[in-house]
Each structure stands twice: as structure tokens, then as C-alpha cells.
């Protein structure tokens, strides 16, 4: 599979918002589900939000409410978007697409 391709992380104070973009290249995009992860600095891997084929999200309980996870199979694109950031938040953010895993976009969150 094609590796996704994250931008749009950065340093954003508090309470602040970012988007984060997934490009996918080729015809597949459509038909496979993208999902998002993150890893903080001495900790694993963990989940944030899923969309599926067919639109369906689900989201970490740490971040439902403030995360929102959407795609445009228009465009091959897939999106995180991110209120109301808190220091906790500061990760590498990864875009899976498929079961490929992207390089990820760094994210943190200070004053």
C-alpha cells in the first residue's frame, strides 16, 4: 500500500486548535479506512479516532468532543481536527491508511 503523508502539526498554545492533513496517493483511498495514532514522549503508541469506508468515526475517550476525524475521497485526503489542545496532547501524530502507517507530524502543545 501507498504510505500516507501527515502535515499540519506544529506548536500551538492551550485551548488552541491544528489540523492535521493525510495525503494518500492512487485509486485505493476510497476503499480503506483511516485512523489516527500518537505517541508522547516515553509512552506507547495510542489511538485517537477512526473513519471508516463508509464515514462511520469513533474516538479515543481522551479526545472525543475535542477531536474531529473526517476524509475526502475526492481528493484522497483524511483530517484531524484538534480544539481545544491541551499539553497532554503533545505527540506524534500518525495517519494510518489501510494498515500502512504514515511518518508522522509532530504536535506540541505549550505557552
Known amino acids: 500500500q501507498v504510505q500516507p503523508v501527515e502535515s499540519g502539526g506544529g506548536l500551538v498554545q492551550p485551548g488552541g486548535s491544528l489540523t492535521l492533513s493525510c495525503a494518500v496517493s492512487?485509486?485505493?483511498?476510497?476503499?480503506?479506512?483511516l485512523a489516527w495514532y500518537r505517541q508522547a514522549p516515553g509512552k506507547q503508541r495510542e489511538f485517537v479516532a477512526r473513519i471508516t469506508t463508509s464515514f462511520e468515526t469513533n474516538y479515543a475517550d481522551s479526545v472525543r468532543g475535542r477531536f474531529t476525524v473526517s476524509r475526502n475521497n475526492a481528493v484522497n485526503m483524511g483530517y484531524l481536527r484538534m480544539n481545544i489542545l491541551q499539553p497532554e496532547d503533545t505527540a506524534i501524530y500518525y495517519c494510518i491508511f489501510g494498515t500502512t502507517w504514515g511518518q508522522g507530524t509532530q504536535v506540541t502543545v505549550s505557552p
Open positions: 492512487g485509486s485505493a483511498f476510497r476503499i480503506n479506512p
